[in-house]
């Protein structure tokens, strides 16, 4: 559960930088594309409450009108720069705990917006030559007012899921349990896929997309990173090192190759039977030819067949996570945590 509240941390920082930053500008030169006397900064503070009233329809004495505010422009776009930073305050007082470290939520939020500001004047540091979206002083105040809500709020949300101290004492409940739980097994094997899937984009596949190449690319990717690596690095692959486990045969020893070679097997078959699909699925043969109908059933073949893998697949979790079954997931051998390699939390 604490590695779960690490990676969606992450993707929360990634995600908030994404919607900052997105949609990029097509081209890099952005000072073609203004005028020369645009303006990059707006350093008028709470100049926003201003514009959510000009640009309303609000006619004071008819309370009616008031809710129009709600769909302007400008109180979506204020309100948006509140929610923004409203889940790291929430992520703040999981980590810092106490209700006093309040300034620190303020300051730590006012930092992170302010790195979003100047990113986004400097054109993401050089990137583009001009700023594509203006400094705001008001995109300040309210993501650190947002940060420092979702701070103080936290309490209310953070009560519908296990508290900090509960989710440490389980992992070190499972740090010194010899079994390692289904979804760890399965972080782990997603983490060595996604650096196959990564290295592929980085390299070879910014020049081609040649579905025999990359499917030549990503089978050596499996050996490697499934085969080679944990029977040269002790039993470990990327993965398992993230998730501080690694692998072992029943007598506590580094596998042998004959086991590797099975999980190998049993990872890699769901795979390229999924790719096979895809590629079959990918074919247009015309419904009058002769060869439609072995096209209908050798994808109807492959389907069922990749239904049983995964059906299989569901029912080993299901024994193992919850009849208590003592099933390994993914092969034979028994897989242990890294207790030399133990961090306190």
């Not at 769909?71 to 930073?85: D, I």
């Amino acid at each position: 559960m604490a590695s779960i509240v690490a990676f969606s941390f992450v993707f929360y920082m990634l995600s908030a930088l994404f919607l900052v930053l997105l949609p990029l500008p097509d081209t890099r030169d952005t000072c073609a594309m203004q005028t020369t006397d645009t303006v990059h900064y707006s350093l008028i503070p709470f100049y926003f409450i201003a514009d959510i009233i000009m640009s309303s329809e609000i006619v004071w004495t008819q309370p009616s009108t008031y809710a129009h505010v709600l769909k302007q422009s400008a109180f979506l776009q204020a309100a948006f720069n509140v929610l923004l930073l409203l889940p790291f305050g929430v992520y703040l007082r999981y980590f810092l705990q106490k209700k006093q470290y309040w300034k620190r939520a303020l300051g730590l939020g006012f930092i992170l917006s302010l790195f979003y500001e100047i990113t986004q004047v400097t054109g993401i540091y050089g990137i583009y030559n001009c700023s594509y979206r203006i400094f705001d002083v008001d995109d300040l105040i309210l993501n650190s007012t947002g940060a420092l809500l979702g701070f103080l709020i936290a309490p209310v949300i953070l009560a519908l899921f296990p508290s900090r101290m509960s989710l440490l004492v389980k992992a070190d409940q499972k740090l010194n349990s010899q079994v390692v739980p289904p979804l760890s097994q399965l972080l782990a094997v997603f983490i060595d896929y996604l650096l196959i899937l990564l290295s592929w984009n980085l390299t070879i596949g910014l020049f081609t997309s040649n579905e025999l190449i990359e499917l030549i690319y990503k089978t050596a990717g499996f050996i490697i990173f499934y085969f080679g690596l944990p029977l040269l690095w002790g039993g470990k692959t990327v993965g398992t090192n993230i998730m501080r486990f690694k692998l072992t045969d029943l007598d506590g020893n580094v596998p042998k190759w004959q086991l590797m070679f099975n999980r190998l097997f049993s990872l890699y078959l769901p795979w390229v039977t999924s790719a096979f699909i895809n590629v079959l699925d990918g074919m247009e043969i015309d419904m009058d030819s002769h060869l439609y109908a072995y096209h209908i059933l050798i994808t109807v073949a492959v389907f069922v067949f990749f239904s049983i893998l995964w059906g299989s697949f569901i029912y080993s979790c299901y024994f193992r996570h919850f009849q208590k079954r003592e099933t390994n997931l993914l092969f034979r051998s028994r897989i242990e945590y890294n207790t030399e390699e133990k961090i306190k939390l």
